[in-house]
């Protein structure tokens, strides 16, 4: 654990779990990756966050550092306030050892699966879940890609219709007006109550991650889904796409892949 070196892309409501969680488990060296600060609706799901802190003002990596900090000091830190598609977040996931993805992006999310690929980067991968329609269901889940066969595309876990939109377009995006899939209107200005299913959602991908780097287990879990309204988590045992692009084709390309393209079209996300 001490060895590893992880970036985290999201330090929000599943990416501050994560943080606190790698570094009580002592990671070595921890690379925190968002462009944002912290907002009013925030404070109900921001493990970190304290009431003290200026909105606007505060940016989300300071929040991530100081609880790194906070749990252990020998933790290197490493602070990207820049958007995933910045030449620095690039650099710093293609020099580190694992990617935790915890973004609300579809445009994102393909981003990374690409990126973690060409260049062989474990990459976990969450995201929470809320439909409001009767009965209401919520929850989560993690994808992981671990060693190029399984990824959110194969799996059928990514929107590429959407995260298509997102890297066009992203002022049309519905994660604009959508937060874990409530309507910003219903929400005003509270955050959505998840932070017990961020915090389950986390746990999970932590802990299959802590199970594989140590050796524990040597085949990944690729697919865990949180079903909050039943009560339980499923294991979803399908083969993946024999012939995925994303994670058999791209997987080792490195440069070759041609993943900066993203930088050089200045994406705004």
Not at 16 to 23: I, P
Not at 62 to 70: F, S
Not at 73 to 81: E, Y
Not at 239 to 264: I, K, N, S
Request: with cysteine.
């Amino acid at each position: 654990m001490a060895a590893a070196k992880v970036a985290v892309v999201g330090v929000g409501g599943l990416g501050t779990h994560v943080v606190q969680q790698l570094a009580l488990l002592g990671i070595g060296r921890l690379a925190l990756i968002d462009p944002e600060e912290l907002d009013y609706t925030n404070f109900n799901r921001y493990i970190g966050a304290s009431y003290d802190d200026p909105v606007p003002g505060t940016l989300k990596v300071n929040i991530g550092e100081r609880l790194v900090k906070q749990i252990n000091p020998q933790i290197q830190v490493t602070k990207i306030p820049k958007s995933l598609v910045s030449r620095e977040a690039f650099d710093v996931i293609i020099a580190y050892d694992y990617v935790f993805g915890c973004v609300d992006r579809e445009g994102l999310r393909l981003i990374l699966t690409e990126l973690c690929a060409a260049y062989s980067k474990p990459y976990l991968d969450l995201a929470s879940d809320i439909i409001l329609e009767p009965p209401p269901q919520y929850g989560g889940r993690v994808c992981i890609a671990w060693d190029g066969h399984g990824c959110l595309i194969c799996y059928g876990e990514l929107d590429i219709a959407e995260a298509q939109i997102d890297l066009m377009n992203p002022e049309v995006s519905r994660d604009r007006e959508n937060i874990y899939g409530i309507p910003r209107e219903v929400l005003d200005k509270a955050g959505p109550s998840v932070v017990s299913i961020n915090g389950v959602v986390a746990s999970l991908s932590v802990t299959e991650f802590m199970l594989l780097v140590t050796g524990v287990r040597n085949e990944p879990r690729k697919l865990l889904k949180y079903r909050a309204h039943r009560g339980g988590v499923s294991i979803v045992t399908q083969e993946p796409t024999p012939d995925c692009y994303y994670c058999t084709a791209l997987w080792g390309m490195a440069d070759t892949a041609d993943v900066h393209r993203y930088l050089r079209a200045e994406i705004k996300l």
